[in-house]
């Protein structure tokens, strides 16, 4: 008698747990199922580059996606410094191949919106992700904000906003956080003209190693097919 | 006759050197001034004075009756210069070093012009080539066109015959001759040689260690019925100071130890009658210098002024 | 005084040493041309190699004629005052050494007028050489290379600026070189009037230059709070000024603006200032002179 009221107050305490575990992989499965359904797309858009030693103007960019994980970003008309790594914008690479747990890590608000915090731990030992956290509006099932940790490429960090593609899962606004390494060139090379602006260079120096890029997409060409080519 | 140039008290220092002191003269109109000295005299750093080259320490110069550093480019304009060893533009040719200074002087000079200037200096055949190409006599003779060819009324040469051939040295003297007598240029030449300034100038000065030893006629100074009557006296200065109060004073010369005076030989009795009038003692008279080589002791070696050294 | 002018330059134009400035930039422009043509993407990797592992850097894009004429400027203007010097520092000790100084100031000019003229003339040549420099550095790297964006390489950062805000920008630096360069010549003139021969005012020149850029550059602390401000070579790469673009809050670029322009405005300032006491000092050094060449 009394084995068998301690295991049913064991299920009841441990079935929320299993409950919600299933809840959680269910949400991760919907934001993905909506993901997939786009095969290819072809964006045009801006993309404003903020890296504390590189001054460079807003670029219009053509962002070119093909499942399951090639993606470009090209400014046609002029030179822009995509960071490496943007890859990951790519939100199937965040929830990408094979299997992972889903981990419950609880709610918080993203832009005032409030989301489900999920930690996904990819089952394969040597796949570049080693952690994401993905902070998915429910309502919505978009994913707002994800952090990704990689084995070989850093970690780096997605902030996501949605409008009208918002059924495909596509952002209209993307911002994107990287690590970057220290610049730094000799002024032998370089031939400076020292305009007084070197000493707060010098003082902004080790303030921080990130970048970010903030991509705002005008429009998507959804599915209409894309050559291999265009990613060379 | 008007004075073109006009010399007052001219000096030239140069550190401690004195290189022109207490310099007077003149130059008439028509002259050819003859400017005799030693190397090493003066006589270039007066000529770069008369060009405005070099600044008088002190002294004053009139020339065309105006004071030239007041109206320098005014009295410039009339006068062609040659300057020792005419130096023009190695790397252009007679005829374009000619163009150039032409303006340069102040006239807008024709083709006619420069190619006749040529002539005149005998260089028409080589009026393209370039002047790296030329003798010292051709860049001599060049250096004479450049100077005559704003037709000045004033022309300096000095040492024009330096580095010329006897045959050069004759075409010198004949156009200096023609510009004098034909064209009625005034002329002033320094030379260190004597013989060059006889056959040419009218009037000389003779200049030592920057200072005026004689100038005047040359036919007067030259003159070979004179003489150069050298006199000892027991007191020189003195006697000299009784001789500048005598009859005498005009004939005596400056500048040397000994008493000197030029003087018809005919005349040396008369003169020793009044030294004695005059009370001074006699040591010698002697009268076997020639004026010829008074002058060239001065513009020659430098034992021979020693010789007349007191 | 124009035809002055005239005469001064038929001179310096007639003269064949003039032409190895002329030949030795078009040469050296050439060279740079042909190995960016052969070798741009390696070069600009040496470069800029070390951000490979944060950016998709384009190489190809970066390698256009607007980014080599700013390479050329970079590398030359260091080394054309000494082209400079060739000429202006031999414009009165030449003539000295010649022989022909003394003829030249017997004529009926002023002295003054004399000197800027032969300064004016040092100026035309200046302008002459950049217009030269121009030709070669921008006008025929673009017809090889095409146009695009610039990207400038600072020590601590890296500047973009867009293409079609590029061609002003250059107008501007070489107006800005020709003050420099002017200023070189105005040295080499005032060495020039101290002198009798050419070799000394060309040889000074450059060692001045040598010297005062080396101090320039060398991030001293005694020397760059006592000496730096005060010499000129410290202004003379004001040119670059107009290539540092100036960002919003977003740091983002703004189009058509300079990051420092008064800077560069002081820059301009000092150098003309140098020019004016070098170009008075000349005047005033030759009216007193004895011409004794």
Known sequence: MKKTI????????LTPFVLYAQDVSQLVEKVKAKIEQVKDYTASGKMKT??????????NVVIYFKKPNQLKIKNEKGISFVPKGTVSINLNNVLSSGSYTALD??????AGIPVRVVKLLPSDENADVVLSTLYIDEARQVILRSRTTTRDNGSYELEMSYAKYVSFGLP???IFSFNTKEYKLPKGMTFDFDDGSAVKQEAGKTKNKKGRAEITINSYSINKGLADDVFK | MSAIIDVHHLSKQFKEINAVNDLSFTVNEGDVYGFLGQNGAGKSTTIRMLLTLVKPTRGSIRIFGKDLFTHRTQILRQVGAVIEKPDLYKYLSAYDNLALFAKMSGIDPTRSLLLNQLKVVGLEDRAYSKVKTFSQGMKQRLGI????VHDPKLIILDEPTNGLDPQGIADMRNLILKLSREMGKTILVSSHLLSEVELIASRMLIIHKGKKMVEGNVAELLDPSKSLVQIETAHNADARKKLEHSKWNGLLLPGTKNIQLKMNKEDVPDLIADLVGMEIKLLSVNPTHSLEDYFLSLTTQPGHVEAFAD | MWKLLQIELYKIFRKPRTYIAFGAIA???LLIQLALLANGKDYLQFGLGFLDDSFEIPYDKINNGYW???LVLNLLLIHVPILVALVAGDIVSGE?????LRLLVSKPISRTQLVLAKFFAAVTYVIALLAWMALFALVLSIVLFGTGDVVVAKSMEMHQIEKVDVLWRYFAAFGFAALALILVASLSLLLSVLSDNSIGPIVGTVCIIIVCTLISEMQIPLYDKYLRPYLFTTYMLGWKGFFYIAVDGDGQTIRGSVENMPAILKSIGVIVTYTLVFVTASVMVFRKKDILS
């Open chain 1, 6 to 13: 301690l295991a049913i107050i064991m299920l009841c305490l």
């Open chain 1, 50 to 59: 903020n890296v504390s030693f590189l001054k460079v103007p807003v670029a």
């Open chain 1, 105 to 110: 890590a609880g709610v918080d608000k993203v």
């Open chain 1, 172 to 174: 209209d606004k993307i």
């Open chain 2, 145 to 148: 066109a450049v100077a005559l």
């Open chain 3, 27 to 29: 040469a050296f422009i």
């Open chain 3, 68 to 70: 080599i004429c700013f």
């Open chain 3, 96 to 100: 000295a050494n010649m022989g022909t």
